[in-house]
């Protein structure tokens, strides 16, 4: 990737719930027909030259990016159907926007940024590119997250990366807008209290611009630790809000639930040219 390729369009960057790993095979699911029409809708309107992802299924203590020439198929979940287990979705690893991640992380004063030269994309990463680039052609380097760390932290790191918007490189936050697993309950039409409450202050603080409310959301949010009883799901959020700058305006682009309080809210953020 050459650090000095420059878009007639800068790129936008995309938050994205992923919810449930049955997205990969359930076509009941509003989001899997979402994704599945994503190069239709046109929400990125040039094929992107990398796509750099941060999936809430990768926890480090320090900022760490994948380095891989061919990135592996990771089956992070348990108890599913054994089809889940035969999907594959073998995109060419992207080593060199690794470097540029590395390069630009340190420049924002994130110190050490760690390589790893062996894993793959889990399936917070493989299952929606899957339904998004079927193909698997676009080179995937993924970026992890610091739970130990907080929203600030997170959005900091996004803003650090936004020059990647100008060189071709998508990216996509990959997590859920809501995400208590012991709280989904049953598909029966109604929605929890305070996943909707927080859902709602959630759409409302982005359409909004009100980012610092966003990167305290545990702070200023309803229900907070009801709906992300641990952030890993929601940081992915903030990375790519970051990336977008403070000026960017938030489009909410989906909106549907599994169970009674699974959110797969996704959103756009652009940035005015």
């Known amino acids: 990737m050459q650090a000095a390729f420059k878009l007639k369009k800068r790129m936008d960057t995309f938050f994205i ?15 899997r027909h979402f994704l599945k029409s994503w190069q239709e809708k046109g929400f990125v309107l ?12 990768w926890e480090t203590h320090e900022p760490t990016v994948n380095v891989v020439d061919r990135n592996d198929t990771i089956y992070d979940f348990y108890g599913f159907p054994k089809r889940m287990y035969e999907i594959k979705y073998p995109a060419p690893g992207a080593p060199h926007l690794a470097k540029r991640v590395k390069e630009l992380l340190s420049k ?3 110190g050490r940024v760690k390589e790893d030269k062996t894993r793959g994309l889990d399936h917070g990463a493989w299952v929606p590119l899957m339904l998004m680039y079927p193909e698997a052609d676009i080179p995937v380097c993924q970026l992890s997250v610091q739970t130990e760390l907080d929203g600030t932290h997170h959005y900091n790191m996004g803003k650090a990366l936004a020059p990647l918007r100008d060189e071709g490189v998508l990216i996509i936050g990959s997590g859920s807008a809501t995400h208590n697993l012991s ?3 049953a598909s029966t039409g109604r929605i929890v209290p305070w996943a909707l409450e927080f859902d709602n202050w959630t759409k409302d603080s982005l359409l909004n611009g009100r980012h610092e409310d966003v990167n305290q959301y545990d702070k200023k949010a309803p229900h907070a630790k ?29 909106h549907s639930w599994q169970g009674e309080s699974l959110s797969y809210a996704s959103y756009r953020f652009t940035t005015a040219q």
């Open 17 to 31: 719930s992923h919810g449930s790993p049955t997205l990969s095979i359930d076509d009941s699911l509003p989001a």
């Open 108 to 110: 924002g004063g994130f």
């Open 183 to 185: 709280a989904i309950g």
């Open 226 to 254: 009801m709906a992300h009883p641990w952030p890993d799901h929601f940081y992915p959020l903030h990375v790519a809000l970051g990336a977008a700058g403070g000026t960017a305006s938030a489009e909410l682009i989906h």
């Open 46 to 57: 040039a094929p992107p030259r990398a796509i750099l992802i941060i999936s809430a299924h």
